[in-house]
């Protein structure tokens, strides 16, 4: 027979809830499912309460009560048919040693996420400039929380990152790791996913108007850092280039960082002067970039800025563009121009190329896996973290 839903008690969704070790929200309703069964107000052949009943009744995600529902199929406690929903499995595996299983995983974590927890990691595409680092630190600090890291690239697109989020939730990721690509509209399913209070953590950049949990670098202080060392130099006609900057927090911050440092200089910047629209540095799914475009562009812009003397490069790889069309087109120009940019590739043999603002992006990473596990036990974790930036100047090389 069908049990009135109305008859579960709320109070006993973790009945081991008493213990100093903290479970996650799906494993609470896992075990509370088990519970039931136990007790016999749940018995083989019923139907258990839906996914949207049970969110509903434990103030839960729809994405939390799916996977406590799926975890149970798993382990052949529930029969899922679709059209009609889950039911007790008429032959049932021994309870309690499922449930000892579960009690084992909590206390050898110590408080920390359960052995087998997992996150996912989407990420547009890493660089040695920016993003490598980041992986490692997330991969590292994650290896010592004993998570499985599932990596997927989008490569820059909206489409591919709406699948990855699908796929990982479907594969039972405990927890998101998203560095979101670029773009003018946030992408839905991750709205989605922070909506329904899934443990989901962004890096690089944050969205406006959402408390969704986010590590980045305060990109305002950044560019107002660099740009104020070129007005400080001398440079009163300086270019801000970037990829359009729509709906992007990081270039967004950045543009204004700059436009804020101009005007703490005395100085109104050109709308001519912002060249936001190079697409060249941005990830792609084809091996062809359109360098050749952003060339003509950064070409045609050299001729109708001559005055300009110094560049802020939102990214490494527009400086290195930018050089070499100097270079190319106008090698006078390019002994005296002066090029800044954000991050740049590091080493302990590798002098910077350029002066740039350099992220801590092992502390990002630490942050990000640290905010997620936080937020797996059950516990506040702040909606938005900046973590420190600082300015590293070029070496100039001294040729006697």
């Known amino acids: 027979m069908n049990l009135p839903w109305s008859r579960l008690v709320t109070a006993s969704i973790c009945p081991e809830r008493s213990s100093s070790v903290s479970v996650p929200l799906y494993e609470q309703l896992y075990r509370h499912i088990l ?73 050898a974590s110590n408080g920390a996420a359960p052995a087998a927890t997992s996150l996912g990691l989407i990420m547009p595409d890493f660089s040695d400039s920016f993003g490598a680092q ?5 991969e590292a600090c994650a290896a010592q ?25 479907r ?12 773009g003018e509209y946030y992408n839905a399913d991750l709205l989605r996913l ?10 690089d950049r944050y969205l406006r108007g959402i408390a969704a949990h986010a590590v980045y670098t305060d990109n305002v202080q950044a560019a107002i850092d660099l740009t104020s060392y070129l ?15 729509e ?22 910047v050109p709308s001519e002067y912002l060249l936001t629209n190079l697409f ?28 300009v003397t110094a560049f802020v490069a939102c990214e490494y790889n527009i400086a290195l563009l930018l050089h070499d069309v100097l270079h190319q087109h106008d090698p006078l120009r390019a002994e005296q121009a002066e090029i800044v940019c954000f991050d740049s590739v590091a080493g302990p043999f590798v002098e910077p190329a350029f002066t740039h603002i350099q992220q801590d992006e092992a502390a990002m990473g630490r942050t990000a896996v640290n905010q997620l596990l936080a937020l797996l036990r059950g516990e506040a974790a702040p909606v938005q973290t900046v973590v420190a930036h600082r300015l590293v100047e070029r070496a100039v090389v001294v040729t006697t």
């Open 171 to 182: 594969f039972g990721v405990d927890g998101l790791i998203i560095f979101p690509v670029h």
């Open 35 to 107: 519970h039931e069964i136990r007790q016999g107000r749940l018995k083989g052949g019923d139907q258990v309460p839906s996914e949207k009943e049970l969110a509903e009744q434990f103030s839960v995600s729809r994405i939390t009560s799916k996977k406590a529902l799926e975890k149970l199929h798993q382990v052949r406690v529930i029969d899922r048919v679709r059209g009609r929903g889950s039911f007790v499995a008429t032959t049932l595996p021994e309870l309690s040693a499922i449930e000892g299983e579960l009690t084992g995983a909590a206390q």
């Open 145 to 169: 929380a004993d998570l499985r890291v599932v990596l997927k690239l989008t490569y820059g697109r909206r489409e591919e990152e709406e699948r990855a989020i699908r796929d990982l939730v």
């Open 280 to 307: 060249s540095t941005m990830p792609v799914t084809v091996p062809h970039q359109p360098w050749a475009a952003d060339q003509a562009t950064l070409r045609r812009f050299l001729d109708e800025q001559p005055q």
């Open 231 to 245: 007005l400080e130099r001398g440079h009163s006609h300086v270019a801000f280039l970037s990829p359009p900057a």
């Open 247 to 268: 709906h992007t927090s990081t270039i967004e911050d950045r543009l204004q960082g700059f436009t804020a440092a101009c005007a703490n200089h005395g100085l109104r």
């Open 194 to 203: 922070v909506l329904d209070g899934f443990p989901v953590v962004l890096v």
């Open 134 to 138: 980041l992986l490692r630190a997330i």
